[in-house]
């Protein structure tokens, strides 16, 4: 297995916190800044309604924040270290989205993002392509695309 389930210390969230600052567009401008940055991480960690699963030896991570049971929740997979990239974290961050979805009893799971990989990652998720906005993304003042996938089921009533 290379995903586990993870609760990030404050040293973790503290190194994941500039990787995100830092990574190639990993979050938009506005995000960058420390203030910013700080409520998208209270939000995305906010430990009440999200979970988190660690890639290999913190090596990235999957999470899911935002979640409301029995509607939807957002995802984000960031792997810092390429060598845990290939078909086994794909499988395992797939069983993690039909198991998230299956707990909480969820419509959708959706991911977005400004790297055009996501487009082929969210396909190797299972999720469907939901479009393009244009121009939603900036990053060191560059405009970017922002790439939204999605997986969609009906909710068990």
């Not at 999720?127 to 990053?139: A, D, L, Q």
Request: hydrophobic share 40%; proline share 3%; aromatic share 14%.
């Amino acid at each position: 297995m290379i995903l586990r389930r993870f609760y990030p210390t404050l040293d973790q969230l503290a190194v994941i916190d500039a990787k995100l600052k830092d990574g190639y567009l990993y979050l938009p401008d506005e995000y960058r800044e420390d203030v910013a940055r700080q409520f998208f991480m209270a939000v995305v960690f906010n430990p009440e309604t999200s979970e988190h699963y660690e890639i290999g030896d913190f090596g990235g991570i999957v999470s899911f924040y935002d979640i409301l049971p029995g509607y939807k929740c957002g995802a984000m997979m960031k792997i810092w270290d390429k060598k845990y990239w290939g078909s086994t974290v794909v499988r395992e961050a797939r069983e993690a989205i039909e198991s998230l979805m299956s707990r909480y009893n969820l419509s959708r799971v959706s991911i977005e993002g400004a790297d055009d990989k996501l487009v082929r990652i969210g396909e190797m998720l299972g999720m469907e392509n939901e479009g393009v906005r244009f121009k939603s993304f900036m990053w060191d003042g560059k405009l970017y695309p922002v790439y939204m996938m999605a997986k969609v089921r009906e909710a068990e009533v």
